[in-house]
């Protein structure tokens, strides 16, 4: 058995001794040519644009950073900004959409594509200073169909207002562009 102790102690200190030095040992670092190419180019935000609907609803729209093959987030927050509160009725469960469209104006994605939703209508009561938010993810594959300049990310309020004729909350357009 006394034997067998120091041989063991020889080698547990010869393995961490070996794995030591070869996480301290520099790996030559070869940049393949083109690596540009390999890289996914970055998208740039615009500033947000409101349609010129007058609306009950002040509208914001955030984006998070962009991930090389991951989801984007984008959070629409829908704020009453009025001193009293806004009866609103949802002819579905769909609360908002967002829409990417190119610089035709025409749909590309829609985050309502991929999703289904209740056929009942719902009415809802919006307090003072209270505000909505929808969360939703634009697929990577979608993202890669940006191209340098015309598209944009549209941000659309699905609900109308119980006692009004004005819009709910005017569409939101973000510009996107890959760079």
């Known amino acids: 058995m006394r034997a067998v102790l120091p041989l063991l102690a020889v080698l547990a200190l010869v393995g961490c001794s ?9 790996v030559p670092q070869k940049s ?37 093959k991951q989801p984007l987030q984008v959070m629409l927050e829908i704020h009453n900004p009025k001193e009293y509160p806004i009866g609103i009725r949802f002819n579905s469960g769909m609360t908002a959409d967002l829409w990417l469209v190119d610089d035709k104006e025409q749909r590309v994605w829609a985050w309502s594509d991929e999703m289904m939703f209740t056929q009942a209508i719902r009415d809802i009561s919006v307090k003072p200073g209270q505000t909505l938010k929808v969360m939703f993810k634009v697929p990577a594959k979608t993202l890669e169909r940006i191209g340098p300049e015309g ?29």
């Open 18 to 26: 070996g794995s030591n030095a070869a996480t301290t040992q520099p």
């Open 32 to 68: 393949p040519t083109g690596i540009e190419e390999l890289r996914m180019p970055t998208l740039h935000f615009g500033t947000i644009k409101k349609a010129p609907t007058p609306a009950l609803f002040e509208g914001k729209l955030t984006f998070s950073d962009v991930v090389d």
């Open 151 to 179: 598209y944009s990310f549209q941000a659309r309020f699905e609900g109308k207002p119980l006692e009004s004729s004005v819009a709910a909350m005017a569409m939101l357009e973000v510009p996107v562009a890959r760079r």
